[in-house]
């Protein structure tokens, strides 16, 4: 139970969660229409939250939503909230569904009101050992859209994907479009090869959107540019997955996970083979840094 939020925001109340309710009509619940966003806190100061509303409008031009708020009225929200929930690692959950209409049409109407809705998640700071010994991965069909730069509630894809990966007995899935590396099933794919960072392009050649631009992505490029190591944003065929030296898997909660395994074979080439690399405890070390200093740090 330690980890439910209490008091959460529901169209202009704050409320315990156990009160919040919506209507069984909203086009969130019944269609997933709806756009969310995860903002992570480290004492009281958000990571990139300007990069994350920015994200957040354009999933909302991308679905034709109005912002139902202004970044000041983000901001007082995420704010009341913080004070409301008090912790460490926290993140911000939000979520803008196009609400709810008297009738189940899939025709979008005006004049209705969004429903707004956001939460405090308490997340457990990473343990290094834990994250150091790595994860195992598995190759998925992407099977997804071509749309996946809208971070969208509707996420039955990406659970059925995630779900292949359990089954499996492995803790996430890489996706694999035609041959070429998108992202993980909740997070973005870096390989390292030869002293140089490699990561997919967030707009495919086709102009099709095949990953979510995650605003960890840009982070791990800014910090590793920033420190001199070479970073390529390029197509990866799901071969070069097999002779890259590393892979990882990054995102806001899990930040720079280290992928061990790939379909049962360890990653990278001899001694270092199976083992988290030495880039990735070089820009590991450069992101909590990034971190501790934004803790410490006194603006939002
Ligand atoms: C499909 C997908 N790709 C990538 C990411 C990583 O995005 P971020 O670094 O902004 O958390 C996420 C995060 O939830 C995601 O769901």
């Not at 100061?45 to 202004?70: A, G, I, K, W, Y």
């Not at 960072?197 to 707009?203: Q, S, Y």
Request: charged share 20%.
């Amino acid at each position: 139970m330690n980890n439910l939020p209490n008091i959460v925001y529901l169209n202009g109340s704050y409320l315990p969660v156990e009160e919040a309710q919506i209507s069984v009509m909203d086009r969130g619940f019944l269609f997933g229409d709806s756009v969310y966003e995860v903002v992570p806190v480290f004492g009281n100061n958000l990571l990139r939250v300007d990069e994350h509303l920015t994200r957040l409008q354009n999933s909302l031009n991308r679905v034709s939503m109005v912002n139902p708020l202004n970044s000041k009225e983000w901001a007082e929200i995420f704010s009341q909230l913080l004070n409301k929930n008090q912790g460490e690692d926290r993140a911000i959950y939000l979520q803008v569904s196009r609400g709810a209409y008297p009738v189940r049409d899939l025709s979008i109407k005006e004049n209705y009101p969004a429903t707004v809705f956001a939460m405090i998640l308490q997340v457990t700071p990473p343990d290094m050992e834990v994250v150091s010994a790595g994860i195992s991965v598995i190759t998925v069909d992407d099977f997804r859209w071509h749309a996946c730069d809208i971070k969208s509630t509707s996420l039955i894809a990406n659970v059925m994907l995630k779900q292949q990966a359990r089954v499996a007995n492995v803790e996430d899935a890489i996706l694999i479009r035609k041959g070429m590396v998108t992202e993980g099933t909740a997070s973005n794919v870096f390989l390292v090869k030869d002293g140089i960072i490699l990561t997919p392009p967030t707009v495919h050649a086709t102009g099709n959107q095949l990953l979510l631009p995650g605003i960890t992505r840009d982070l791990v490029i800014e910090i590793a540019e920033k420190n001199t190591i070479v970073v390529q944003q390029r197509e990866i065929k799901e071969t070069e997955l097999y002779s890259a030296d590393e892979i990882w898997m990054t995102s806001s909660t899990r930040e720079i996970a280290p992928v061990i395994r790939l379909n049962g074979e360890a990653v990278g080439v001899g001694m270092d083979a199976g083992v988290a690399g030495e880039m990735w405890k070089r820009v590991m070390d450069l992101y909590q840094q990034h971190k501790l200093l934004l803790r410490s740090s006194n603006e939002q």
